[in-house]
């Protein structure tokens, strides 16, 4: 099942630290999102595969603003 990962915060995108096509586990961080000057992990909600990034490296997101595509293993 395909579903969308949202942030948690208002911030910017501070690093991604997967790669598209990546099978991860439950908890692992797939970006940080840096707000007020912390650093946010943004992580699996479950065990899957990252299908692709809807944000880069910089840019600023809004709190639930879909940042990874996801799907479910």
Not at 23 to 52: F, N, Q, Y
């Amino acid at each position: 099942m395909s579903t969308s990962i949202p942030s948690t915060v208002t911030g910017t995108v501070w690093k991604i630290e997967a790669v598209e096509g990546q099978r991860v586990a439950r908890g692992d961080s797939l970006l940080l999102v840096e707000s007020m000057k912390m650093e946010i992990p943004i992580e699996a909600p479950g065990a899957g595969r990252v299908l692709r990034f809807l944000v880069a490296e910089g840019e600023t997101v809004a709190e639930g603003q879909a940042l990874v595509a996801f799907e479910t293993a």
